[in-house]
Nanobody, 127 residues
Framework: QVKLEESGGGLVQAGGSLRLSCAGS????????MGWFRQAPGKERVFVAG????????YYADSVKGRFTISRDNAKNTVYLQMSSLSPEDTGAYYC????????????????????WGQGTQVTVSS
């Protein structure tokens, strides 16, 4: 089992950057595939980026390709989402999620494929 805690959200102007962090507690964090999702008010939670357990494979939603970068530091039990060239459309609560996927090269893009979730961190981009 793993507990997740996001941080790094805030208010930023359009064109700015933020780095989100997701710290995991519990054993075997490195065995988990990780994902970031965004949920805007009144909308469904949508996939933003994901990384396989060994950081060798990443995947991005089309809307963030070239602007966002997901990475992980298994020694620190932390996954990051570096966001740049932010636009108001990126506004929402950002959640990290984990799925036990040791030795799998898959990146999971559906929310129901993940077993554990953090509480979320709010990102607001002003125009």
């Amino acid at each position: 089992q793993v507990k997740l805690e996001e941080s790094g959200g805030g208010l930023v102007q359009a064109g700015g950057s933020l780095r989100l962090s997701c710290a995991g507690s519990g054993s075997a964090f490195s065995r988990y595939a990780m994902g970031w999702f965004r949920q805007a008010p009144g909308k469904e939670r949508v996939f933003v980026a994901g990384v396989a357990w060994n950081a060798g494979i990443t995947y991005y939603a089309d809307s963030v390709k070239g602007r966002f970068t997901i990475s992980r530091d298994n020694a620190k039990n932390t996954v990051y989402l570096q966001m740049s060239s932010l636009s108001p459309e990126d506004t929402g609560a950002y959640y990290c999620a984990a799925r036990n996927a040791y030795l799998s090269s898959s990146v999971y893009r559906a929310a129901n494929q993940y077993d554990y979730w953090g509480q979320g961190t709010q990102v607001t981009v002003s125009s």
